[in-house]
């Protein structure tokens, strides 16, 4: 097991909002992502170069963006956050 580097465990963010906009328990979070992602839609788009992908809340607008994850599953290969 690697050690971890005391300056990067110093530099991650404490989050601000979990448990507010996203659960906090790990498990549930990850629940309710493949969750939205399996009922999403998909369309069927070519040459898309760029999202822009709500971000307020799962439940607020976690559906809209399942949609467009799902559209762009088999189509990108790289993604800027």
């Known amino acids: 097991m690697c050690s971890k ?10 989050p601000a909002v979990s448990g507010s906009f996203y659960p906090s328990n790990s498990a549930e979070l990850s629940l309710e992502i493949h969750s939205l992602l399996k009922h999403a839609s998909s369309f ?5 170069n760029a999202i822009i992908v709500p971000h307020a809340g ?21 993604f800027f956050l």
Do not use: H, P
């Open 58 to 78: 799962y439940k607020f607008s976690g559906s809209v963006a399942a949609t467009a994850y799902n559209t762009l599953l088999n189509s990108i290969k790289t």
């Open 44 to 48: 069927k788009c070519q040459d898309v």
């Open 5 to 14: 580097d005391k300056k990067v465990e110093e530099s991650v963010r404490v």
